[in-house]
């Protein structure tokens, strides 16, 4: 036979489980909506004479775009102008992957222990973890476009490099 304090017991525990299932329901549901604010990127053009130049402080950097799209969870466009003798940063590594086309000038380029001088037209392929950098080793402004992307494999390998150091 149940007593009342079996069933006071029984009505706090249903009571707790509800209330715990019902925060658990709305911290979803705000969750989900914020995922759903993350935009997706569509199709897009950029106009060079759009895109505002700031200065550096070794040259100039201009943002096109950094966005969510629909097969990434990041996609991050910049244009960097690097004075003549400048670095954009020292050599450094990072978990995305990365390609850097050089438009003008002449770049010094360092890519996992390998070193060369790239022009106008060269591609640079910059592995997940891998040290990399530039330089302007020209007499003008050297100017390159970086593609960076994050995907869910990135934050894994960002994890495992994190667990080395």
Known sequence: MLTRRDLLLVASALSLGIGIGRWSLVALAHAEGAASQAKVQDSALFDWNDLEPGPTGVGQYRGVMRAKTATLDELEMHITTLNPGQISHPPHKHPNEELVLIDSGKIEATS?????????????????????????????????????????????????AEAKR
Not at 117 to 140: E, R, Y
């Open 112 to 160: 996992n222990g390998k070193t060369r001088v790239l022009g106008p037209g060269s591609v640079i392929f910059n592995a997940s973890n891998q040290l990399h950098g530039v330089k302007n080793v020209g007499d003008t402004p050297a100017t390159y476009h970086v593609i960076n992307w994050h995907t869910p494999a990135t934050d894994v390998q960002a994890r495992a």
